[in-house]
């Protein structure tokens, strides 16, 4: 197993570390902030957080005095990645279903796919 | 405040392919008989997936029929324009589960376009990845292993709800 996968469900498979992801969605922000009405303390803010970096779910940077995390859009270029694997999949299944019959311009409503149900 | 990076935009995922039959029969296929071509394994189901159905008008249902005798939605007609464009709104979160929030979905546009030879071009598009949010993202690509899905999405929920 890939261990950034296996850190990834780690990271996740804890409410108060999908609470700070779900609170930087609309931009990074220093841990005071992220902290905000969370019932933890702050010690225990910075420890998910440096859960979440080790995950690459999280990004951090200094900014002047303190630091601010964002998240990080390595994150979405994994799911791009996925469905641009599916939709290449799915599409040549397409196209050799059309290829299939090509001749038939009146599609049946049955047809031996469905043989099963 | 000046902040440079919190560009999160994610480009679409675009294919393109060209099949040798009409736009009509095209669009019949990828939607009335979506049954026939849809990769098996993706469905989010709990049982096997028997059949997969897309509701041919907008605001029409697209989900599948599971051998349990349970539905499940994973989308919606958004746009319903035969033969020449589809758009379905792709609502599954990162746990699997439907989304009911369009807000929180991605979309799926398809364009069905006539050319010489009584060929068409199928232009698809997968847009707004985005608004399923990055830890939607980040399970996705947790399952997407090689590995397989199956077994890292039952230790996801494992951890989940074993807390």
Same mark, same amino acid.
């Given at each position: 197993m890939n261990t950034y996968?296996?850190?990834?469900?780690?990271?996740?498979?804890?409410?108060? *570390? *999908?609470?700070?992801?779900?609170r930087l969605i609309d931009g990074p922000l220093p841990v005071g902030e992220i902290a905000r009405d969370l019932p933890v303390s702050r010690p225990a803010i910075s420890q998910h957080l440096r859960v979440l970096k080790e995950a690459r779910l999280v990004t951090d940077r200094a900014d002047g005095a303190r630091r601010l995390y964002a998240l990080n859009p390595e994150a979405f270029d994994a799911l791009r990645e996925y469905f641009d694997r599916f939709w290449t999949q799915a599409l040549a299944a397409f196209k050799r279903r059309v290829e299939a019959h090509p001749s038939k311009e009146k599609p049946h409503d049955r047809h031996r796919h469905r043989s099963h149900r | 405040m000046t902040v440079t990076d919190t560009d999160r935009t994610v480009d679409a995922v675009r294919k393109t392919i060209t099949v040798q039959t009409s736009p009509q029969r095209a669009f019949h296929v990828f939607t009335a008989e979506y049954d026939s071509w849809w990769p098996r394994s993706h469905h989010i189901g709990k049982s096997p997936m028997k059949r997969a159905i897309i509701e041919g008008r907008a605001g029409g249902r697209c989900y599948t029929e599971q051998e349990d005798g349970t539905d499940c939605d994973w989308g919606s007609v958004l746009v319903w324009d035969p033969p020449h464009r589809l758009v379905i709104a792709w609502q599954i979160d990162g746990k699997w589960q439907f989304e009911p929030d369009l807000a929180k979905s991605s979309e799926v546009e398809v364009r069905f376009t006539?050319?010489?030879?009584?060929? #068409?071009r199928v232009d698809l598009e997968h847009r707004h990845l985005d608004r399923h949010?990055?830890?939607?993202?980040? &399970?996705? #690509?947790? &399952?997407d292993s090689p590995n397989g899905w199956g077994g890292l999405l039952q230790m996801f929920v494992d951890r989940v709800e074993g807390r």
């Amino acid at each position: 197993m890939n261990t950034y996968h296996e850190a990834q469900l780690d990271a996740l498979g804890d409410a108060t *570390r *999908r609470a700070i992801l779900s609170r930087l969605i609309d931009g990074p922000l220093p841990v005071g902030e992220i902290a905000r009405d969370l019932p933890v303390s702050r010690p225990a803010i910075s420890q998910h957080l440096r859960v979440l970096k080790e995950a690459r779910l999280v990004t951090d940077r200094a900014d002047g005095a303190r630091r601010l995390y964002a998240l990080n859009p390595e994150a979405f270029d994994a799911l791009r990645e996925y469905f641009d694997r599916f939709w290449t999949q799915a599409l040549a299944a397409f196209k050799r279903r059309v290829e299939a019959h090509p001749s038939k311009e009146k599609p049946h409503d049955r047809h031996r796919h469905r043989s099963h149900r | 405040m000046t902040v440079t990076d919190t560009d999160r935009t994610v480009d679409a995922v675009r294919k393109t392919i060209t099949v040798q039959t009409s736009p009509q029969r095209a669009f019949h296929v990828f939607t009335a008989e979506y049954d026939s071509w849809w990769p098996r394994s993706h469905h989010i189901g709990k049982s096997p997936m028997k059949r997969a159905i897309i509701e041919g008008r907008a605001g029409g249902r697209c989900y599948t029929e599971q051998e349990d005798g349970t539905d499940c939605d994973w989308g919606s007609v958004l746009v319903w324009d035969p033969p020449h464009r589809l758009v379905i709104a792709w609502q599954i979160d990162g746990k699997w589960q439907f989304e009911p929030d369009l807000a929180k979905s991605s979309e799926v546009e398809v364009r069905f376009t006539a050319e010489p030879g009584g060929r #068409t071009r199928v232009d698809l598009e997968h847009r707004h990845l985005d608004r399923h949010g990055v830890d939607a993202a980040a &399970i996705r #690509t947790a &399952i997407d292993s090689p590995n397989g899905w199956g077994g890292l999405l039952q230790m996801f929920v494992d951890r989940v709800e074993g807390r």
